[in-house]
Nanobody, 115 residues
Framework: QVKVVESGGGLVQPGGSLRLSCVVS????????MGWYRRAPGKQRELVGT???????NIVDSVKGRFTISRDNAKNTMYLQMNSLEPEDTAVYYC?????????WGQGTQVTVSP
């Protein structure tokens, strides 16, 4: 059974940075295409970016240049580095596969950007 556990969220001021982590178990992580997603208050969950098994990264336009994704296959972990955070980035952040058929969603990690 696949399990994902997100961590690293918190309260940060506008312009600040956070690094989120996603630990994955139950799959061969090194060949998994993964993604970060977020759900802002009152909105649907949306894609933030993806990372392929070969490390290629795609970031959505709304956060491109501020967010980046990386992975450490030895640790079965994916990261989301978020810089120049804005109040609009406030959301619960989740990780999951990039494939259509998703794993069971984790609880996510709350990111709040506020003065």
């Amino acid at each position: 059974q696949v399990k994902v556990v997100e961590s690293g969220g918190g309260l940060v001021q506008p312009g600040g940075s956070l690094r989120l982590s996603c630990v994955v178990s139950g799959i061969s992580f090194r060949i998994a295409a993964m993604g970060w997603y977020r759900r802002a208050p009152g909105k649907q969950r949306e894609l933030v970016g993806t990372i392929a098994s070969d490390g290629r990264v795609n970031i959505v336009d709304s956060v491109k240049g501020r967010f980046t994704i990386s992975r450490d296959n030895a640790k079965n972990t994916m990261y989301l580095q978020m810089n120049s955070l804005e109040p609009e980035d406030t959301a619960v952040y989740y990780c999951n596969t990039d494939l259509v058929h998703k794993y069971a969603w984790g609880q996510g990690t709350q990111v709040t950007v506020s003065p």
